[in-house]
């Protein structure tokens, strides 16, 4: 990566379109369990806010509560790989090809609708 690459991403250009959005998520891996909202999403990731404490480099199962859909999306692993008090964000790195199907299909909703 070039310099001036490496800037950009610091600077907060993302490789993927993030999309606001407030849906319910709940998640649990090595010993930390919770829930909280999905306040940011791309298909590569999420942004969650929650008083559970995480740890960068923590990975978790995620079950992210989408609207008017009864079965929630699941995320079999993702990194943690920041945190704060009050929000963290992930890096989806394992999901099955249907969930990952059915991600795709919701960041082009929010593509269309943004």
Not at 81 to 88: H, L, M, N, S
Request: hydrophobic content about 40%.
């Amino acid at each position: 990566m070039t310099v001036g690459r490496r800037h950009e991403m610091l600077m907060g250009e993302r490789e993927n379109p993030r999309f606001e959005v407030q849906w319910p998520v709940s998640f649990s891996g090595p010993g930390v369990a919770g829930g909280g909202l999905v306040s940011c999403l791309s298909i590569s990731g999420c942004t969650v806010v929650s008083e559970e404490p995480v740890t960068p480099g923590t990975f978790l199962s995620l079950h992210i509560h989408l609207p008017e859909q009864y079965v929630p999306l699941a995320i079999d692993v993702a990194e943690v790989r920041w945190a704060t008090d009050t929000q963290f964000g992930v890096e989806f790195r394992t999901l099955r090809a249907q969930e990952q199907e059915r991600l795709r299909r919701i960041v082009d909703a929010l593509k269309r609708s943004h």
